[in-house]
């Protein structure tokens, strides 16, 4: 279901409407740029979905949107990985690292 966008014509619209619109709609999160690969990675928080996205772009081409765990993180790169982190979590005292390729 696509929502209708909501016009806004005030800051003071936009501040009451924001935390809602982020929660309703999702928020982008991240975007790293790889040079190597000429790949742009874009993280985002889905709305009123749970988990995150990741959008793949190659020479300003979307060529990928998959999902990914919530707070989905790119680090960096290093031949032949992209490598990328959820976070710590404190509670089990781990930190989980993903690696993957393009």
């Known amino acids: 279901m696509i929502n209708k966008p909501v016009i806004l014509s005030t800051f ?3 501040r009451e ?3 809602q619109n982020r929660k309703d709609r999702g928020f982008y999160n991240g975007i790293i740029y790889i040079e190597e690969t000429d790949i742009l990675l874009r993280t985002y928080q889905k709305g009123s979905e749970t988990g995150g996205g990741l959008q793949i ?3 300003s081409v979307l060529i990928g949107d998959i999902d990914v765990p919530e707070s989905f993180k ?3 790169y ?3 990985y992209y490598y990328a982190t959820c976070g710590i979590d404190e509670d089990n005292e781990r930190i989980v690292l993903y690696k993957f390729k393009i």
């Open 12 to 14: 003071q619209l936009f």
């Open 17 to 19: 409407n924001c935390f």
């Open 57 to 59: 772009y190659k020479q």
């Open 74 to 76: 790119v680090l960096g």
């Open 78 to 80: 290093i031949f032949p």
